[in-house]
């Protein structure tokens, strides 16, 4: 079982960054990707991006350039640098790992982003 722990959320406002990190511990197999999703209130969770094992990496069209995913494979960890916030990106944002050789997933407990003046 893959245990996930985020950090880094919080209060900032318009234009601001903020980064993201998320740790993986337990009993950890082989980790096929890490990645990033967010659910505001009233709406389904989306992905915002994720980065395989091997280094690929797919953002949702509403990143257009301001964050950057990344991973520590040694650390095991996945980090989501975020620039040029904008109110709509308030969220609770939620850590991935999908692992094994049967693509299990496993979800952090979320950390809030608010972006507000």
């Known amino acids: 079982q893959v245990q996930l722990v985020e950090s880094g959320g919080g209060l900032v406002q318009p234009g601001g960054s903020l980064r993201l990190s998320c740790a993986a511990s337990?009993?950890?197999?082989?980790?096929?990707?890490m990645g990033w999703y967010r659910q505001a209130p009233g709406k389904q969770r989306e992905l915002v991006a994720v980065?395989?094992?091997?280094?690929?990496?797919n953002y949702a069209d509403f990143v257009t350039g301001r964050f950057t995913i990344s991973r520590d494979n040694a650390k095991n960890t996945v980090y989501l640098q975020m620039n040029s916030l904008k109110p709509e990106d308030t969220a609770v944002y939620y850590c991935n790992a999908n692992w094994g050789v049967k693509f299990l997933d496993s979800w952090g407990q979320g950390t809030q982003v608010t972006v507000s003046s």
């Open positions: 980065i395989s094992s091997g280094g690929r990496i």
């Open positions: 337990g009993r950890i197999p082989s980790i096929n990707a």
